[in-house]
């Protein structure tokens, strides 16, 4: 009896022409040897089938649609950009809360006349409308600018040349050319816009570098 | 992963649709590389040969003309490396290519020892299949694994490793035979008739 043992795995795969096919089963009908090698071949194919597959260390999927490269300079580009605005609100913030506790702009001659007046006040504060032309404005008791003259030597010779020459001065404080300077003094200046306008830039700018990341990541 | 129909995919990439090339790769390359690391061994190597292989996969999509995206995926990537094995061969890391048309040997099983198909469990036992799938020439396991483990048919098979149907046949046998008897010279036997 011929065995049939090399077609065995083509029967079992189902490979076979059907006139062979037919052959081989009806040989397994009668040996025993040869149904031993089937199942043999059979456990053989399942184990191999069994075994475990290599997983692979990174994407084997390579990138080919068309970049979008003006991602990545816009990424680096912006999260620059954050780095200089966040020193710009830094340097804004410094300068402006110095400038507040310094007193604004205008130094002052006298340190009475300088004492004698409230650092923070808005100076529009003392100012009221200005009088008319000609018009000698409103003045302090004689007693309370002679109280301030005393304070201020150099504030007292220009008291009665204060109340006599300069009309247009402001009401509340007179005395001192320090103080009155200090009235007149500008707004404290700053250096561009608000802090608060680079900080906000600063904070534009991240949230657009972290969505050109994120963007680049996902490709 | 996309929800459209391979078929949709691939016509797309065959117009030049990018995203839908990598969105059909994307569904095969790690079985690819997975058939890869078996006929070259796991690591950089096959990843490398894997990804050439979708490269030139995506260069040639214009001339896929077949029905099965994957089977030809395969073809690429077997092809390649295959050619890998052959360039190893030639500076001698590895063995010729052994004689196929060597009488095939059935090793007598040893009598008492545990069944082969209740080996699955036994991670000892699938170590010596590893083994034993490792020492076939690289054509053999080729075959085998793109049979046993892929389950592609014959005739895909052929057409993936560009050889004759019969060819096929004899390597399946013969590969599945040597590491049926790897087994049983480790004391397991088949199951009775």
Redesign the interface.
Known sequence: MEHV??D???YL?G?LAPARRSEVDAHLGTC?SC???L???R????????????????N???????RMNWLRPLRSFSAVAAGMFVLAFMASATLDTGFRMGGGGAPTSAAGGAAAQPASAPRSEFAGPPPAAGSPGPQLPEAQRALQATASPKAAGEVATDSAASPQREVGVAGAPGTQDALDAPDPLRLGPSPWFWLALAVLSALLALFTHRRLRAR | MSDQPSDTRIEKARRGDARAFEALLAEHAERVYAHVARILGAGPEAEDVVQDACISAWRSIGSFEGTSFRAWLFRIATNRAIDVVRARRRRGELPLEPDEAAEETWAEPVAGGPQLEDLAADREAMRHVEAALARLPAEQRAVVVLRDVEGFDYDEIARITATELGTVKSRIHRGRLAVRNALLAQGWRGPSG
């Open positions: 043992r090399a065995l795995s083509a795969d490979a025993p149904r031993g090698s199942a043999e071949l456990s053989t194919a399942r184990l191999i089938g069994a075994l475990p597959a290599a997983v692979p260390s990174r084997l999927v390579p990138s080919l649609a068309p």
